[in-house]
Every structure is written in structure tokens, then in C-alpha cells.
């Protein structure tokens, strides 16, 4: 893919591996790309405003205050490019990534950027192996940010280990790969469900599981990434995405994400139901919180409406339709049992008798469960299986 006129932010923060940075600008530059470079105070120790200007073409942002530059800079550089490669990503920018911290140049114009970030860390091996580290690019990875992860070598501070930044031809690769992926699901319409269904029994308590969201907000992210319109019908969770190709619709008790689903079915080219939806809600909910009485009492549940089912039977030809199957035991045979009697393409099937599958786990373990086959793979972490399951649709599509 040729990245002529392509609008391109390099963000470099302040770590040796800048000098590496001036020739990704180069490559890029020669590549026909239009660059801009923002970069922090710090990352100004390590290459020149000179260099920098001279090799992008285009005046360097780095002071938010400064004689060149308006106030509002960082948002019309927000709004100016196609996507944005901090390289390298010290601990501190990924930090203040991770937290929603804009206090320079870089971090400010990063926090109003709403399209595709690429996230080249470099730094010493401890540092980067650091579980706050790791927790920081986890939660960039859950907003759909890529991560081009660090290699294994000699690193300046004269250790050997996992901390490189990625050679420049390499990251031009990743941009041009990112670029191209952006375009492969351009004008779909995507319906996710994720996260846990909530059913009131009173003012006080609920029925509700352990679905924390992370597997469905992680395919909502994929088809963003690759310019699908995606609305999530988002229950119970904690995580929120932020792409803005997300358009996120809170539906809290199955009645909810239910009708939600049906209205938005028929515009939908295809939906993944990644939520845990309750099977059944309280007959009654109480006005008033439930008083203690007797040792034992009884609660009258009815069934929800199911998603899947209603969805499967509306389909058309030209819809893909993919559930979920959380199982306990004969699972192959209940994933099964559900792709046919749903109508669905494919089931996912996860087992919570693999570790590290299902709930509120980073990982889980699944099988694409079709017509004529059942195709296992290894615990993976949940943006990758996301990811095999968008690659899934594209080759079907
Ligand atoms: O959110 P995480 O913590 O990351 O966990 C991910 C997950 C374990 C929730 C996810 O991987 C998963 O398995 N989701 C489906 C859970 C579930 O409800 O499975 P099920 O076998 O009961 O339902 C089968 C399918 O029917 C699912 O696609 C479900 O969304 C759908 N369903 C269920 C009930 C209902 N009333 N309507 C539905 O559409």
C-alpha cells in the first residue's frame, strides 16, 4: 500500500531510541507521507528541532505554549492525521497514556486523538518488564491501540534484554499494514454485545455474573481499528472504550440490550454477541427493598428474551451473525447445538474448565465452532482472539 499523502503524527518522547525515530521520518518522508512530529522536552536531549524540521518537512510541535503555536494546536493535529506512532514510548508517556494525563505537547494531542495509535516502547528491560508498566500497556491495549512490542537485545544502558525499540523499516511496516487494515472494513456496520446483563430484585440487589466486557470491548476495538461503524451494547463493565468509530449504547438488563438489538438488526452487516446475558430475570421487582423474614425465601425468575435466537431468525443472506457459548461440560456438542438452533454462522466456544478462559481473565481459550468444522486454538490473550475472529469474518466476507 503506497502511503502517499497519508497523514502521519510521529510522537517521540525522550529515550535514545529517538535517534531511530529521525529515520522512520525519513522513510516515511521518502514514502510520500505527509509527517508531522510532536515531541516532549525531554525527547529535544536526545535530536534537534533542526533535524527534525528538516527531515519531516514541517515545523516541530513540542511547546504548547510557545510563540509558534496556538493554544489549540494539539486539537487541530488531533484532527489533521490518519494515525499516530509515539516512537519511541518511554514508561512515563505510556503512563500518562494509560492515566489520561495531558500535561505537554505530546501527551495533550495524544488525549484528543481518537483514530489509530501505534506504540513503540523503548526502555531498559526492568523498567519495561515492570508490572505497572505492563498494566499501562494492557490498558492501551484495551482502547485499541496497538503495541509494537519491544525486541530483545543490547540496550543502552548496557544490559541485554527485552526493551529495543523496533527498527525503523520495521515500524514503517507496521504503519503501512495498520493503514491497510484500517480500509478493509470500511462502510460494515458491526453490532457487539459485551458484558454482564443486570436484573434488579429490588432498589438494593441485582442478578448479574462475572462478565467484566474485556472480550466483547476487544472485538468492538478490532472492527474500529479496521473502519467499521461499530455500536456496542455495553452491560455491566468497567472498561470503556474510546475509538470513535465506537458508538457505545449502555443497556444494563437483557430486556434492554434485547430491544436495542432488534432495533439496530436490520442496518447491521454483523453482529458478535459477546455479552453474558441473564437466561432468566425475576417475575416481580420489588419498589421497596426487600425486608429479612423468614430462613428461607423463594424468587420467581422467568425467562429474557434471547438475543441470538431472535437475531438468527431475522437474518438475511447477506448478515453474519456470531455468538458466544460459555459451557461447563460437553462443549463441542452445546456450542454446536446452539450454532444450529440460533441460526448463528459461528459459535465461539469457551470452556471455563481451560484455565485462563471465559470471565475476567486478559486471556481466554477458544474454538471456532462452524457447520462442517471445529477449529481449536491456544490460550491467547483476549485482543488477539478478537482479532482471529474479525480475520474470521473478513475471509467470509
Ligand atoms: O466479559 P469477559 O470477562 O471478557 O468474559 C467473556 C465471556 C466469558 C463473557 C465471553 O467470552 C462469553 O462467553 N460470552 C457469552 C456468555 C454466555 O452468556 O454464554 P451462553 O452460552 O449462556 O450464551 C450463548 C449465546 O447466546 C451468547 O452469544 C449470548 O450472548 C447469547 N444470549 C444468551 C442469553 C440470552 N438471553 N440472549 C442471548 O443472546
Known amino acids: ?35 508531522r512530529v510532536i ?14 524540521e528538516t527531515l519531516s518537512q514541517n515545523d516541530l510541535y513540542y511547546d504548547t505554549f510557545g510563540p509558534r503555536q496556538m493554544s489549540t494546536e ?6 489533521w492525521g490518519d494515525l499516530f506512532i509515539v516512537a519511541p514510548a518511554t514508561a512515563n508517556i505510556i503512563g500518562k497514556m494509560a492515566h489520561g494525563i495531558a500535561d505537554d505537547a505530546l501527551s495533550t494531542t495524544l488525549l484528543a486523538f481518537r483514530k489509530q495509535i501505534l ?20 490498558l492501551l491495549l484495551n482502547q485499541g491501540m496497538t503495541i509494537l512490542d519491544p525486541e530483545y537485545g543490547f540496550l543502552a544502558c548496557g544490559t541485554v534484554g527485552k526493551g529495543r525499540m523496533l527498527e525503523p523499516e520495521i515500524l514503517l511496516e507496521a504503519i503501512r499494514n495498520s493503514l491497510n487494515s484500517i480500509m478493509e472494513l470500511e462502510g460494515k456496520n458491526v453490532l457487539v454485545t459485551a458484558g454482564a446483563t443486570v436484573e434488579s430484585i429490588d432498589p438494593v440487589r441485582f442478578m448479574s455474573n462475572h462478565s ?66 441473564a437466561d432468566y430475570r425475576p417475575v416481580k421487582q420489588s419498589i421497596q427493598k426487600i425486608k429479612k423474614q423468614a430462613d428461607t425465601m423463594t424468587l420467581e425468575l422467568e425467562r429474557t428474551p434471547d438475543i441470538l ?5 431475522a437474518k438475511s443472506r447477506k448478515q453474519t451473525l456470531i455468538g458466544f457459548a460459555l459451557e461447563t461440560d460437553n462443549e463441542t456438542a452445546n456450542a454446536r447445538k446452539k450454532l444450529n438452533e440460533k441460526n448463528a454462522d459461528m459459535i465461539v466456544l469457551n470452556s471455563l474448565k481451560d484455565k485462563g478462559a471465559g470471565f475476567d481473565t486478559s486471556t481466554n481459550k477458544v474454538s471456532f465452532i462452524t ?18 475472529i ?4 473478513i475471509k467470509r466476507l
Request: include cysteine; proline fraction near 3%; glycine fraction near 6%.
Open 74 to 79: 494539539h486539537v487541530s493535529y488531533a484532527d
Open 390 to 393: 474479525v480475520e474470521w469474518v
Open 119 to 138: 506504540i513503540a516502547p523503548a526502555m531498559n528491560v526492568n523498567m519495561f518488564e515492570n508490572p505497572v508498566v505492563q498494566d499501562n500497556l494492557s
Open 39 to 52: 515531541c516532549t522536552q525531554n525527547a529535544l536531549q536526545f535530536v534537534t528541532p533542526l533535524t527534525i
Open 371 to 388: 457447520k462442517n468444522k471445529s477449529e481449536n486454538f491456544p490460550l491467547k490473550q483476549k485482543e488477539e482472539v478478537a482479532r482471529d
Open 212 to 277: 467484566s466486557g474485556k472480550m466483547g470491548i476487544s472485538i468492538a476495538n478490532v472492527f474500529a481499528v479496521k473502519g467499521a461503524k461499530v455500536t456496542l451494547l455495553l452491560g455491566k463493565s468497567h472498561i470503556h472504550p474510546s475509538n470513535s468509530n465506537i458508538t457505545v449504547i449502555k443497556t444494563l438488563s437483557a430486556e434492554e440490550m434485547y430491544k436495542e438489538a432488534l432495533r439496530l438488526w436490520k442496518k447491521t452487516d454483523i453482529a458478535i454477541l459477546a455479552a453474558a446475558v
Open 1 to 35: 500500500m503506497s502511503l502517499k499523502d497519508k497523514k502521519i503524527i510521529v510522537g517521540i518522547s525522550g529515550g535514545i531510541a529517538a535517534y531511530k525515530t529521525l529515520s522512520l521520518i525519513r522513510l516515511l518522508v521518502s514514502e510520500g507521507a505527509q509527517v
Open 309 to 313: 435466537a431472535a437475531l438468527g431468525e
